[in-house]
């Protein structure tokens, strides 16, 4: 098995909606206003119509459950899902108060991106097993996923 380059994509965020703690943690909710996806077989860019239902625990791990609409330059939409894992460690809650982007390696953002769609042309997708590294920005976040192939 090797890992291709999928897409990468970018997600703009409203400003968070906070929950407060529950019995499970932190629960912190992002909508998506927009953003812009570019792959060498898609590209295209996010609806406002998705967000991520952050919940951070004592340890300050993130785990994140996103859903969200991508609409290719060619008018075919495509459902995107995924759950993962955010460590929240100090430097990068520091470089966010500050205004500033992570890197991505900065810090342990995984995510495992499922896709569905019904448009025959991206139905591929239906069947991609992939797995993505995050980084976070000022209002946003930037995704670089990848397929697992054969060879």
Known sequence: MKLEHLLTYR????APVEVGTGP??????????GGTAEGPRLRGRLLASGGDWLLVDANG?????????LETDDGARIYIHYHGVLVLREEILAALARGEATDFGDTYFMTQPR???????YAWLNRVVAVAEGR???????????EAVNG
């Open 11 to 14: 997600a703009d965020l409203k």
């Open 24 to 33: 499970f943690g932190t629960r912190t909710i992002f909508d998506v206003t």
């Open 115 to 121: 896709f569905e769609t019904g448009d025959p042309r």
């Open 61 to 69: 791990t993130g785990f994140l459950d996103v859903r969200g609409t």
């Open 136 to 146: 976070v920005l000022p209002n946003a976040v930037e995704y670089r996923v990848y």
